[in-house]
C-alpha cells in the first residue's frame, strides 16, 4: 500500500525499551531558522530600546514632575491658624487670648458610618439623628439644613474644641471639622476702653488690638515636614527653629482687680447724677505705669455689635476739656519756680474783680479777705489765684504751659492720644484776660490723661514721667518686673514737695470731702469747671473731677476722677468724683499693700479748722 502526504510528512520517532520494559521516546531536536532567531532579537531589542527611552525621559526630561509627585507624597505641609498673641495684665491675669474653633462642614454624599461597607451611603436622617445630641440641636433642624445639597453644608461654627473632639468620635465619613481661632476677651467690659476689639473678619478695629497689631500679631510659618513609607516623620529639611513655637504674651501695666473697683465706682456714681461718663485714672507716679484706666459706659468686646461706636474710643485720652481748679496747684508750682511768690506770703481775695473789661468772681460770689496759698487752695478761690498768677510775666507763664507739654501730645503707648490747647503765644501775652482765666484753669484744654502726667510730675519732685499701660513682650509666664525712676527733671523737688503739703491741708481741713483715711497722708484737689464748646461755654454743663496724690510722705500714686455733666443742683468735684476716688484709694491701699504714713511733725502740722 502506498503512504499518504500527512505519514511522510512525519518525522521519524525512534522508540528505546529500557530495562524495566517501559518504552522511552526520543524526538531529535532541529535547529531554529535564522528568520525566527533574528525576528526573537528584533523584538527584545526593541523591548530595551522602549525600556531605555522611557528611562531617560522619565530621569533627564520629566524630573520635575516626578519629583513634585514624591514630594506631595513624601511630605507634609502645616498651615498656621494665624493665631494673635495673648494679652495679660500686670499680675498674669488673662485680658485677651486666641481660643480655637471649629466650623462643621457636611457632605452627605459621602455619609458612612463606622463599621459600615466602603459602599454604603447612610441617609441625612441617620446622621442628623447622631449630631444631635453633641450639637444640641433639633434633628428636624439638622435635617433640613443638609436638604438638597451633596456637599458643602456649614452644620454649625464657633464650635468649642470639646464638643469637636465628640464629633470626631463619632467617626462619620463626611463631617469635616474646619480649625480657625477666635479672639476671647475674659474680663469682658473691663478692659475694653483700652484693649480695644476684632471684628469678625479678625480686623483690629480699637484700642491696643490697633495700635499694637504688629506686636500681637505671631511669628508662624508653614511647617514642611518629610515623612517616611510608614508616616514616621524624618528630620530632613526641617530648618533650625522649624519647631518653635511662639509664646511671647503682651503684659500690660494695668491691675484688674483695681481696674474692676474703679468701674463698678463709676458705675454707681453715673447712675446716681445721671451724669454723660465718668473715667478714672491711676498712676504710677515714679515712672507713669497706669494702673487703672477705667471709664463709663462700656461695652462688651465680645459682642461689641450690640454696642453704639461711640464707645469704642476711650475719651480720657482723646477728648479735651478745661480741668478747672484741679489745675491751680500746677499753677502755684509755676509761680514758686518763677519765685514769683513766697511760700509764706499772702494774696488778697476781695471776691471780685474786673481784667480787660470782663468779670472774673468766685464761684460762690463770695471774698476770702487776705488768704495764704493753702487756703487758695481749700476754698479754691480764683480771684486770689488770679493775683497770685499776675506776678508771674505773661511770658514766662505761657512759656511754662508749653514746656510742660499743654499743647503737645503726650509721649505715651496709649493709642489715640491727642495734644490739648493752648492759645498762641501772642494772643496769651496780648491778651490780659488770657493768663488771668488760664490761672484757675480755664481757656486752654487737656486732657484727663495729661493732668494725670501733670500731677505726677508734682508727686515725683518735678519729673515729667511718659504715661504708659504696656510692659512690653514677656516669654511664656514669665512677668515683667516694675522698673525704678524715670522721666525728665522740669521743677524743683523743693517746690513741689511745697505744694504736696498744700494739697494735704486741703484735704486734712475739708471734713466734707471724705477723703481722709486714717493712717495716711493724702493730698488732693477738687474741680468743677464750665464744659465749653467751639469755644462758647453750654449753659449748665459741668465737668467735675477730684485729684489725689498719695502717700505724701513718700507719693506713689496720682489718683483722678473725671465726671462729665452731671445732673443737679448740688453736683460739684467734691460732691459728685471726690466719692470715687475714695472707693479706688482704699483698694489701693489694700492691693498695694501701702504701709500707714509716717506720723506727721507736730510743728508741720495743720492748724485745726475755726468754726
Not at 443742683?569 to 471726690?578: D, E, L, P, Q, R
Amino acid at each position: 500500500m502506498g503512504t499518504t502526504p500527512l505519514q511522510r510528512s512525519r518525522r521519524p520517532v525512534v522508540q528505546h525499551r529500557t530495562g524495566s520494559g517501559r518504552e522511552q521516546r526520543v524526538v531529535p531536536l532541529q535547529p531554529p531558522s535564522n528568520g525566527r532567531l533574528l525576528a526573537v532579537y528584533g523584538l527584545l531589542s526593541l523591548g530595551l530600546l522602549g525600556l531605555a527611552l522611557r528611562l531617560a525621559w522619565l530621569q533627564v526630561i520629566d524630573t520635575g514632575n516626578l519629583q513634585a509627585k514624591a514630594r506631595a507624597i513624601q511630605t507634609q505641609s502645616q498651615q498656621p491658624l494665624g493665631k494673635r498673641r495673648t494679652i495679660v495684665d500686670r499680675n498674669g491675669r488673662l485680658v485677651a487670648l486666641d481660643e480655637e474653633r471649629f466650623t462643621l462642614w457636611a457632605h452627605p454624599r459621602f455619609f458612612n458610618f463606622p463599621g459600615d461597607d466602603p459602599q454604603k451611603l447612610r441617609s441625612r436622617e441617620e446622621v442628623a439623628e447622631r449630631l444631635a445630641g453633641v450639637l444640641a440641636q433639633p434633628a428636624q433642624v439638622l435635617h433640613e439644613r443638609m436638604a438638597g445639597r451633596p456637599s458643602g453644608v456649614k452644620m454649625a461654627t464657633e464650635i468649642d474644641p470639646e464638643t469637636a473632639e465628640r464629633i470626631r468620635r463619632l467617626g462619620i465619613s463626611g463631617l469635616d471639622l474646619e480649625a480657625y481661632p477666635q479672639r476671647i476677651y475674659p474680663q469682658g467690659s473691663l478692659f475694653a476702653n483700652v484693649v480695644g476689639f476684632l471684628n469678625l473678619e479678625r480686623v483690629p478695629q480699637a484700642g491696643l488690638e490697633q495700635s499694637r497689631d504688629g506686636d500681637l500679631q505671631r511669628q508662624e510659618t508653614t511647617i514642611t515636614m518629610r515623612r517616611g513609607a510608614d508616616g514616621t516623620p524624618l528630620p530632613e529639611g526641617l530648618k533650625a527653629g522649624a519647631l518653635y513655637g511662639d509664646d511671647l504674651r503682651l503684659q500690660l501695666t494695668l491691675d484688674a482687680r483695681l481696674q474692676h473697683v474703679a468701674q463698678q465706682a463709676l458705675a454707681s456714681q453715673v447712675a446716681k447724677w445721671k451724669a454723660k461718663r465718668a473715667a478714672a485714672l491711676v498712676m504710677d507716679v515714679r515712672n507713669g505705669e497706669m494702673l487703672a484706666l477705667a471709664s463709663y459706659p462700656t461695652y462688651d468686646p465680645n459682642q461689641f455689635w450690640k454696642f453704639n461706636p461711640g464707645l469704642f474710643r476711650e475719651w480720657s485720652v482723646q477728648d479735651l476739656y478745661e480741668p478747672g481748679s484741679t489745675f491751680k496747684p500746677i499753677n502755684l508750682a509755676i509761680a514758686l519756680q518763677e519765685k514769683a511768690i513766697d511760700p509764706k506770703g499772702t494774696v488778697s481775695d476781695p471776691g471780685q474783680l474786673t481784667i480787660g473789661g470782663w468779670p472774673i468772681f468766685n464761684a460762690n460770689r463770695q471774698g476770702n479777705g487776705v488768704i495764704d496759698f493753702p487756703t487758695v487752695l481749700e476754698v479754691s478761690s480764683n480771684v486770689g489765684m488770679v493775683n497770685a498768677m499776675a506776678q508771674v510775666k505773661r511770658e514766662r507763664f505761657w512759656e511754662w504751659l508749653n514746656k510742660l507739654g499743654i499743647d503737645t501730645r503726650p509721649d505715651t503707648d496709649l493709642p489715640g492720644a491727642v495734644a490739648g490747647e493752648l492759645k498762641p503765644r501772642g494772643v496769651f501775652t496780648g491778651h490780659a484776660i488770657e493768663p488771668a482765666v488760664a490761672a484757675f484753669g480755664q481757656g486752654f484744654s487737656l486732657t484727663p490723661l495729661k493732668l494725670a502726667q501733670l500731677h505726677a510730675m508734682l508727686a515725683n519732685g518735678g519729673r515729667l514721667v511718659s504715661p504708659h499701660i504696656t510692659r512690653g513682650l514677656r516669654s511664656g509666664d514669665a512677668l515683667a518686673q516694675t522698673p525704678g525712676n524715670t522721666g525728665l527733671q522740669v521743677m524743683d523737688p523743693a517746690v513741689t514737695r511745697t505744694v504736696l503739703g498744700w494739697m494735704e491741708q486741703t484735704v486734712a481741713r475739708s471734713k466734707s470731702l471724705g477723703i481722709h483715711v486714717p493712717g495716711y497722708r493724702i493730698g488732693g484737689k477738687t474741680g468743677t469747671a464750665q464744659k465749653a464748646d467751639r469755644g462758647v461755654y453750654i449753659p449748665g454743663a459741668l465737668i467735675t473731677s477730684f485729684v489725689a496724690l498719695l502717700p505724701i510722705d513718700e507719693p506713689r500714686y496720682v489718683v483722678l476722677v473725671v465726671v462729665d455733666e452731671p445732673q443737679g443742683g448740688n453736683a460739684y468735684g467734691s460732691t459728685v468724683a471726690a466719692p470715687v476716688a475714695r472707693q479706688i484709694i482704699d483698694g489701693l491701699l489694700v492691693l498695694e499693700q501701702i504701709p500707714p504714713s509716717k506720723p506727721l511733725p507736730a510743728a508741720a502740722r495743720p492748724a485745726a479748722p475755726q468754726g
